[in-house]
């Protein structure tokens, strides 16, 4: 019986990815468009939400990454993404390198992480209420001190020049009555990072199933016991995972500052962000991040599209829907 | 979730002693104290205090002891309270009277009012349903999460919440010939409401509900292994704590006059968990505590900050910090610090009363 | 005929307890493979067997702590394969933990009434138990009955070791068991709470039988009228205990081991 049900499913899943083929290859038909808009204005929605799909993943995989080994739940992950942004913005204004803001915003960011780690997580291991209850604290303190330093205007990070324009993507917008295919059009700069962030998902789950350092991380995320046993420096490695995740969180600022902005709030609108994506997607899992991600960002966009009011409540109904048949979330372990 | 501050058991008011005059003398003095100051401050402070600094305490004291009556005695740190009273409140303006009259539909009090407390109640099972599925630090981030989606939701939908608008133009009814928004009158209310819920937080604490709630705080499986439905013991707290959370988020809107999506943003959800955290979860009585230290700092902060030269606009610096100093020096709050100075007063007086 | 079957089983004639082909995997690790029991209410029984033999695991898929892999479950002929804990609970099963699982932030007495509450009615009341409340007064005789009386408004954070053990006991003893697992309630306890143990155990009612985890052949051979030898998951060896002692294979297995 369960077999059958699993038949269905795939035949499904199946269908729902035709017939998504469909509607972005295919040019769509004229009774179509007239019932759900032009197919440019879904096609754009559809690309805008994968690659905002990845900026969620670069910011949702650093914090389900600690929360993965350590069981740290680190509510400061948000203002470490909008320290790495306001830094980021910085570097580009006394260098003019784009390049050069990610990696000062990567180390001072990873930086941060590891005084983190040093100060306060290593000391109430744990003790997971009062680290959460102390990274709350932070986040507090860290959102006053940058809005006295850089006050609550708006920021947006120069892409470099090169990045700046539109190029045609080999996808049907639509057909001009003369029979002539006009195609997509889509900024550089956002495939440019949507592509970067696949690299580096990639790169991650490469070095988490292949090296010997994942599999000490894994190892921490299924047993902490057989952890210590192999890894002779815990302390260490925790180290290092949780100056890389907050890395990301930095490396994350720069790419939001850069395609969306920089402003106060926006610390909690990508922690909540980062909640969001790792219970949809499953606690500690990088895979189950890039989906939740993609599902997210896809849901936001479309959503904002065809149901403006209701763009929240569609992200938040995934959310309850996923708590509520799933609640280890889609790829995490029950 | 280890970590939590436990809640001592109230020195079992023994239960032989249940007669009128062992009760009233079970009564610690310093209550006695305390209540004649509540309730004849009308004699001595003005409305400002009364309602600004007094009234406020006990709303933000309610919505924190709703938090403690979960987090302490139960072990969940929900930080879907604040949220919670402010669909009450969203709810009593949308049945009751405001000045947007396109979508108040104008029911008297009495209606309004049991309809608001009743949704808010059944929101609260349903955040209960969906964050209890998973266990441990989770509640914090799921109840993070709805939160912050109603924020955003309430700040995008026009047809019920009014978007970014709110409602204003709320105010506490007249009723049985009183005008329940004069300040001493309102000061009563929120006096007489923020003690019955202590009252009853403190009594249910040692009743077979709640200290079924502390046995599942201190190990779950094993209250499942004496007979008891964990899940459907920590839904019902969950329906408990919103009805407080609702009561005093209607007192919160009579008291504005108005609520809007800010009342439920992301700094007022981390507030309420400053209250109840600065005060205490150990004991019922520290969400007022902590609620009463906010209210003073929010009130006169602004002025001694200015007086001393600094940006008024620190003030979530100087809570920030507070509230930091606080989870790192003595995790169970003000209550913990005055059960230690206690302790080391009497130094083994009682056994089980002197707790940590 | 099925139906006959089973609504005679269901009747008094039922075993207290029925395992058929209880298997548990953890991974790829097979923690019980194929166990098959059956226990007469009533009948006490010993569990026997080295460490990592399976025999918590045992207790677990019985009171639902976790489900079995595959396999059922029978309690005086209720299939409570797939029951939550708590149903089971109340249905008369008890059980004891190995370590021990209180309520560290309560009182003793209050750990008791809790369990006693537990399996009778108004486990939501909102109201105090008044004074002559039975529940509370049979949780004050159940603290007398485990020697805890002296420490009955204590805080169970910071009960000695040994009586932590026997607040273990009394959790299992509320209500009106009819079919009571203890793993290992003697472990770590002296001599002379050794013997209060066993003096415990031959105390209670004749109806009310039991399965017991114990290592020390002298307090489990004492207590039990019956043996099972678990190894490796699996059922090794069942008999009565002089059987089981004098079996060569057992000695070899168990009892050559450094045991007892
Ligand atoms: N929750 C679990 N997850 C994974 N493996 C488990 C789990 N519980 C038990 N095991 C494994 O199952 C096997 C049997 O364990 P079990 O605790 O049942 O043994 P036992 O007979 O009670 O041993 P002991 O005498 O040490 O108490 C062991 O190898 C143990 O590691
Ligand atoms: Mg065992």
Not at chain 1, 109 to 129: C, N, P, S, Y
Not at chain 2, 97 to 121: K, N, Q, R, Y
């Amino acid at each position: 019986m369960s077999r059958s049900l699993a038949g269905w499913r795939i035949a499904l899943v199946a269908l729902a990815v035709v017939l998504f083929a469909w509607l972005v290859l295919a040019p769509w038909p004229q009774g179509f468009e007239a019932v759900f808009g032009r197919k440019k204005v879904f096609l754009n929605a559809v690309l805008n939400g994968i690659t905002l799909g990845g900026l969620y993943f670069l910011v949702a995989s650093g914090f389900t990454l600690i929360f993965g080994l350590m069981r740290n739940v680190n509510l400061a992950h948000g203002s470490l993404y909008l320290v790495g942004g306001y830094v980021a913005y910085e570097t580009v204004e006394a260098t003019g390198s784009w390049l050069l803001s990610f990696v000062a915003a990567f180390l001072v960011t990873a930086f941060l992480g590891l005084l983190l780690q040093w100060f306060i997580f290593r000391r109430m291991e744990g003790q997971d209420l009062r680290q959460t209850l102390v990274t709350i604290g932070i986040s507090i303190v860290a959102a006053d001190v940058m809005l006295w330093l850089w006050g609550g205007g708006f920021y947006q990070i120069a892409a470099p020049a090169a990045l700046g324009g539109a190029t045609q993507l080999p996808l049907i917008s639509s057909v001009k009555s003369n029979g002539d295919t006009v195609w997509l059009t889509y900024p550089i700069v956002r495939l440019v990072i949507f592509a970067a962030s696949v690299v580096l998902g990639v790169a991650m789950w490469l070095v988490l199933n292949r090296t010997r350092l994942g599999m000490m991380v894994r190892a921490g995320v299924d047993d902490r016991d057989m952890l210590s046993a192999i890894a002779v420096r815990v302390p260490i490695l925790f180290m290092l995972v949780f100056a890389f995740g907050a890395g990301l969180a930095g490396v994350a600022g720069v790419v939001g500052g850069t395609f969306q902005s920089l402003a106060p709030g926006e610390d909690s609108r990508f922690l909540l962000v980062s909640l969001i994506v790792v219970i949809v997607g499953g606690m500690g899992s990088i895979p189950g991040a890039a989906l939740g991600a993609l599902i997210i960002g896809l849901a936001e966009q479309l959503g904002s599209v065809y149901a403006p009011t209701y763009a929240v409540a569609l992200t938040f109904l995934i959310m309850v829907a996923v708590l509520a048949f799933r609640p280890q979330g889609l790829m995490g372990r029950a | 979730m280890t970590d939590i501050p436990v809640p001592a058991p109230a020195a079992a008011a023994a239960p032989s002693a249940s007669g009128l005059p062992a009760w009233l003398s079970a009564v610690h003095p310093a209550w006695w104290i305390l209540g004649f100051l509540l309730l004849f401050m009308p004699a001595m402070a003005g409305d400002f205090v009364l309602v600004q600094i007094f009234g406020w305490s006990f709303i933000l004291g309610m919505i924190a002891l709703s938090l403690m009556f979960l987090g302490g005695y139960g072990g969940m740190v929900s930080l879907a309270q604040m949220t919670i009273a402010a669909l009450a409140g969203y709810m009593a303006a949308v049945f009751g009277t405001s000045s947007v009259a396109e979508i108040s539909l104008g029911l008297p009090w009495w209606i309004a009012v049991p309809i608001a407390l009743s949704i808010a109640t059944l929101f609260g099972v349903v955040v209960g349903a969906l964050a209890v599925r998973t266990a441990g630090i989770y509640t914090i981030m799921i109840t993070l999460a709805i939160s912050a989606a109603f924020f955003y939701f309430a700040l995008q939908n026009y047809e019920i919440f009014n978007g970014q608008r709110g409602f204003n133009g709320i105010r506490a009814p007249v009723a049985f010939g009183v005008d329940w928004r004069a300040p001493v009158p309102f000061y009563y209310l929120t006096l007489a409401l923020a003690a019955a819920s202590y009252l009853f937080v403190v009594y249910v604490g040692r009743a077979p509900f709640g200290l079924a709630l502390q046995g599942i705080r201190d190990n779950a499986r094993r209250m499942a292994a004496i007979g008891y439905n964990v899940t459907a013991h920590r839904i019902a707290a969950y329906a408990v704590a919103s009805f407080i959370a609702g009561v005093a988020g209607i007192l919160l809107t009579w008291q504005n006059g108005q609520i809007s999506p800010g009342t439920a943003g992301i700094p007022a959800v981390i507030d309420i968990l400053v209250i109840a955290v600065v005060g205490g979860l150990g004991h019922p009585i520290g969400p007022f505590l902590g609620a009463l230290l906010y209210a003073l700092l929010r009130t006169f902060a602004l002025d001694v900050f200015s007086a001393f030269g600094f940006e008024s606009t620190r003030f979530n610096l100087l809570v920030g910090v507070a509230f930091l100093v606080v989870v790192l020096a003595s995790p169970d709050g003000l209550v913990g610090l005055w059960r230690r100075w206690r302790d080391r007063r009497r130094p083994a007086a009682k056994p089980s009363g002197g707790h940590r | 005929m099925s139906s006959v079957a089973e609504r005679l089983s269901a009747t008094g004639t039922a075993n207290a307890l029925e395992l058929r082909g209880i298997t548990r995997l953890f991974g790829a690790l097979a923690a019980l493979t194929d166990v098959t029991i059956s226990v007469r209410p009533g009948e006490r029984r010993a569990v026997l067997g080295s460490n990592g033999a399976g025999k918590t695991t045992l207790f677990n898929c019985i009171t639902g702590d976790f489900l079995p892999t595959s396999g059922t479950i029978r309690f005086f002929g209720e299939d409570i394969t797939s029951f939550p804990p708590h149903e089971r609970i109340r249905r008369g099963l008890r059980r004891t933990y190995q370590i021990s699982l209180l309520f560290k932030g309560l009182t003793v007495v209050d750990n008791v009434y809790l369990a006693c509450r537990g399996v009778s009615r108004g486990r939501f009341s909102l109201l105090r138990p008044r004074r002559g409340d039975a529940i509370r007064a049979a949780a004050e005789s159940l603290v007398e009955a485990v020697h805890l009386t002296g420490v009955r408004d204590r805080l169970v954070g910071e009960l000695a070791y040994g009586q932590q053990r026997q607040l273990e006991i009394a959790l299992a003893l509320a209500g009106a068991p009819r079919f009571v697992l203890f793993d290992e309630p003697a472990a770590g306890l002296s001599p002379t709470e050794r013997s209060e143990l066993v003096e415990i155990l031959t105390a209670l009612p004749r109806h009310i039988g039991y399965v017991i985890i114990e290592h020390d052949m002298d307090v489990a051979l004492r207590v039990v009228e019956s043996v099972t030898m678990m190894h490796n998951g699996r059922i090794f060896k069942e008999g009565a205990p002089q059987e089981i002692e004098d079996d060569p294979e057992v000695q070899d297995l168990y009892l050559g081991g450094g045991h007892g």
